[in-house]
Nanobody, 123 residues
Framework: QVQLVESGGGLVQAGDSLRLSCTAS?????MGWFRQAPGKEREFVAA????????YYAESVKGRFTISRDNAKNTVYLQMNSLKPEDTAVYYC???????????????????WGQGTQVTVSS
């Protein structure tokens, strides 16, 4: 069982930037970031295939967030710029254990999940 550990969350002001990291204890394939705000369902944020050829973003973060990965370090990153109060949520990293094609936007398609890291954006 691969363990995922997120880091990089915090309290920032609107317009600031944060970079989240997620390090896996072993090899993973597709990786994604999801978030869950209080009282809301978990939602897709961004995803990337193992080779980086396929990248997906939620419309709400397109142009502001960038997902990337370093397979040598088993780490995926989420660079978040121009943060807004509505970005406030717990951010979760998710990973796949095999290379089969999937719908990256669907949380149920991921095998591994991190514990989450809180991102709070004040206005």
């Amino acid at each position: 069982q691969v363990q995922l550990v997120e880091s990089g969350g915090g309290l920032v002001q609107a317009g600031d930037s944060l970079r989240l990291s997620c390090t896996a204890s072993g090899r993973t394939y597709g990786m994604g970031w999801f978030r869950q705000a209080p009282g809301k369902e978990r939602e897709f944020v961004a995803a990337i295939s193992r080779g980086g050829a396929s990248i997906y973003y939620a419309e709400s973060v397109k142009g502001r967030f960038t997902i990337s990965r370093d397979n040598a370090k088993n780490t995926v990153y989420l660079q978040m710029n121009s943060l807004k109060p509505e970005d406030t949520a717990v951010y979760y990293c998710a990973g796949r254990r095999n290379p089969a094609a999937i719908d990256f936007l669907v949380a149920a398609n991921y095998d591994y999940w991190g514990q989450g890291t809180q991102v709070t954006v004040s206005s």
